[in-house]
């Protein structure tokens, strides 16, 4: 299972970095184009814009496998160990839920409904834009099902953010 999650965090840092990289390049392009060559391109600018969707959909995927997304501690900080585990468990599934619902069958719907309408400048289906939803929705589920595997064998896949700020904390005292 670490092997499988490990591939999967690998694959997606390469992606979304490659696709960071290209986008910057392509912003660059766009900068010389239109000041040095006074030739700007409408391109570029549809280009880096979809590549920034499937770039945010695909690092929201990440960022819930390395459980680094956005949270409240106020309550989980007051929570015993017992009760912190329950709360993982609650909050595992409602990404579960989520990921089902909203990114997979919501993203489908939304894709198989845009296939149809032509980007302007690229004249690319929208659809294949959409498509980005229910592939990070498939990525998320996957991730929150190891999460939670991960909870339910007490094997820890990768300690959280929080975690290794409490270890740090704790370290820091010993000093």
Not at 25 to 48: H, K
């Amino acid at each position: 299972m670490k092997q499988i999650k490990k591939y999967l965090d690998k694959s997606l840092e390469w992606i979304c970095g490659i696709t960071l990289i290209v986008m910057v390049l392509v912003v660059m392009w766009q900068v010389i184009a239109r000041t040095i060559l006074n030739n700007p391109s409408t391109l570029t600018e549809e280009f880096v814009r979809f590549s920034l969707v499937w770039l945010g959909m695909l690092s929201s995927a990440y960022v819930v496998g390395k459980k680094s997304h956005l949270a409240v501690t106020l309550l989980s900080d007051s929570l015993n160990k017992k009760n912190k585990r329950i709360l993982e468990i609650i909050v595992q599934i409602l990404f579960v839920l989520f990921s089902i619902i909203i990114m997979i069958y919501g993203g489908s719907k939304a894709t198989s409904l845009t296939m149809s309408q032509i980007s302007p400048s690229l004249s690319l289906p929208m659809g294949y834009i959409y498509l980005s939803v229910p592939v990070s929705g498939v990525i998320m589920l996957i991730y929150s099902l190891m999460n939670l595997y991960g909870i339910f064998t007490n094997t820890n896949m990768e300690t959280s953010n929080r975690e290794m700020i409490e270890t740090e904390e704790v370290l820091d005292k010993g000093r």
